[in-house]
């Protein structure tokens, strides 16, 4: 099997049973969501296997999951609001276990373990709680509008900035972390994903044109940023793939990098518009 096969055969598999598990209930999307998580926050603490640096592994995916886990049934009792002080805990037992580990590098291993909590499972888990918007309110029924156009517009973005920046990309965009995008592609991936908004607003009617147009932008700028973010702490690491969970697309952190800057914005957002 070549390779341009091998990527085209995860990627259908990929977007099936991602798209299967959102539109079939909120519990198979819920548990689409616990192993990303999992699997995700797996990858990010085995970029420091080798390293000086000795994130709490296990406790950081524990957190992880229990932080989203918690947030889900949270979400059941209509009490969204809260979830951001299950954060509270979760720090502070992070930063007492690291007394009783006796590793080198204290500072480091606590703030790894952190960012692998912050930059993984808090954007997902706010990801996931847009399943239950309804009437403009957070805390509602399950919908799975909102999160399926999210990722429409995420793989817009991705699939225009490619396609445009491997015919026409000139002029880097940001070369000293990622030689190979431009800003023709850039140019590419926002035109597609506004195009891909318009669609959103036609199909998918809990928001309206505006709004989706709004989340649109956000999604271009802030996934772009995503990626961006991603691509440093590898080069930082002199990692290529985040992992090789997923053949010939390399690991799960390098399909869902925009997710973890862009879902907190877009979150932001709708919580500002719905609060008026």
Known sequence: ???FTQRALT????????LGAIVLSEYASAILFFFIILLGTREFYNF??????SPQKNVGIISSLSYFTISVFINQSQ??????????PIVFSIFIIELFRNKPNPISNISYTLLGIVYIAFPMTLLYELSFIENNQFGGAYNYQIVLGFFFLLWANDTGAY????????????????PKKTWEGSLGGAVLGIGVGYLNAQIFTDLSLFNWIIVALLVVVFGS????????????????DSGKLLPGHGGLL???????????????????????
Do not use: W
């Open 1 to 3: 099997m070549n390779n």
């Open 11 to 18: 990627g259908i598999i990929f977007v099936a049973v991602l």
């Open 48 to 53: 420091f296997k080798d390293g000086e640096c």
């Open 79 to 88: 009490l969204a609001n809260t979830t951001l002080f299950l954060l509270v």
């Open 163 to 178: 396609l445009v920046g491997r015919k026409l990309g000139r002029t880097k965009l940001f070369e000293r972390i990622s």
């Open 225 to 240: 940023l995503g990626d961006l973010v991603e691509s440093l702490f590898k080069r930082s690491l002199n990692i290529k």
């Open 254 to 276: 390098d399909r869902f990098d925009g997710i973890f800057i862009a879902a907190p914005i877009v979150y932001t957002y709708l919580r500002f518009i719905f609060a008026f």
